[in-house]
């Protein structure tokens, strides 16, 4: 959520800021109502001040036996005008917070406007496999290997699911196992959060109200809103909503495993048959909180981290910085690591680095108190995908196919493959 304080300040700064995500937005009711709002509150406290006052004065004069009527009659009307203006303050309160919670946040300054054709390739690892044979696409790669049927997987959910069988689910608990690893080498703490949440945990992530009809809401037998996690981020940035964390507890540094559960409302491409997009995959999210200061800090941290591990699987990727326009509407910077996928002829995201500064912790009243000056700030929010597993089957059975059919195994993940080296046809 922005700060209000800043639309107040500075209307216009916020709006050409917006105005590179291609967001329009008028302020004028807004502030309308913000001053609307002041002016209230400012005639209520007098109002109850004076109430107060004569309220004082009903003893005195009943002591003296003079005549209540007329006091009694203004205390009265007093209090009606108090509850008129009280339930004016909360309509005020409701809309303004409504406004603003629809507002998406401020890029970065150094992000570039626009939208997806102006994202930015920062580095390029390794080169485009070249094949001396017809290569396959990673479907019939998956089918003719036993590793995933497509079929069976429609049949037990409908379309936009799959399922892992034999060395395919052996392949993709690797996968898993790898990221974990590597994540507890790190010094990272493992969570594993419920799959069920709350409206609460959605707003504060920035998903809801706009994209509350695009996650799978579940029935807890009450009026409640619950709904599947659509992402570990989700929850882990609910850890400390409501809270004030102490200055030297920070930064905190975490990851999750969880699957993910997306309604995607829309249609699918042709091209995008297989694992390329679905309703449930299964991912690693590693997060953090930090302080404002070093938060950009932990950003190139998590970007490191997951660009490693797409480079200890030895496929080859490239790193862009999103523009503002491409960027999630809770996240003030973004880099996507995208996995060159042959069949395709391009490149297919596997991991979102961001920053979402103070938009989060503002939604979710997440705190820390500075430990030499006491002041009770708003802190940074970060998350990275460490890995998303859907992209990754199909980018390692694509790039490390051979002219038999086989495909060849990352060695680090042998070690969670029994051994196993090449994945052949039985």
Known sequence: MLDIALIRRDPEY???????????????????????????????????????????????????????????????????????????QKALEAQIEE?????????????????????????????????????????????????????????????????????????????????????????????????????DCGFTAGQFPKFKEDVY????????????????????INLYRGEILEEKDLPKRMFAYTPCYRSEAGTYRASERGMIRGHQFNKVEMFGYTRPEDSDAMLKELIRKACALVEGLGLHYRLSKLAAGDCSASMATTYDIEL??????????????????????????????RADTKKIEYLHTLNGSGLATSRLIPAIVEQFQQDDGSVVIPEVLRPWMGGMEVIRKK
């Open 14 to 88: 916020v709006k050409a800021q917006l105005a590179k995500r291609e967001y329009e937005v008028d302020f004028t009711d807004l502030l309308k109502w913000d001053a609307r709002r002041k002016e209230v509150i400012g005639e209520n406290e007098a109002l109850k001040a004076e109430r107060n006052r004569m309220n004082k004065q009903i003893p005195v004069l009943k002591k003296q036996g003079g005549d209540l009527t007329e006091l009694m009659a203004k205390t009265k009307e007093m209090g009606e005008q108090v509850k008129r203006l009280d339930e004016e």
């Open 99 to 199: 406004f603003v919670a629809a507002l998406p946040n401020l890029p970065a300054e150094d992000v570039q406007a626009g939208g997806k054709e102006n994202n930015q390739v920062v580095s390029v690892y390794g080169e485009k496999p070249a094949f001396p044979f017809e290569p396959k696409n990673h479907v019939d790669l998956c089918q003719d290997l036993g590793l995933i049927d497509y079929e069976r997987g429609v049949k037990l959910a409908g379309n936009g699911y799959w399922l892992y069988t034999g060395v395919g689910a052996q392949l993709e608990w690797a996968l898993l196992n790898y990221f974990i690893s590597t994540h507890i080498k790190d010094g990272y703490t493992m969570m594993l959060p419920p799959h069920i949440l709350t409206y």
């Open 217 to 236: 809401r579940v029935s807890t037998g009450d009026e409640s809103f619950h709904f599947l996690l659509p992402t570990a981020e989700t929850a882990l």
């Open 340 to 369: 060159w996928i042959p069949s395709m002829n391009e490149y297919k995201e596997c991991s979102s680095v961001s920053n979402a500064h103070d938009y989060q912790a503002r939604r979710g009243n997440i705190r820390f108190r």
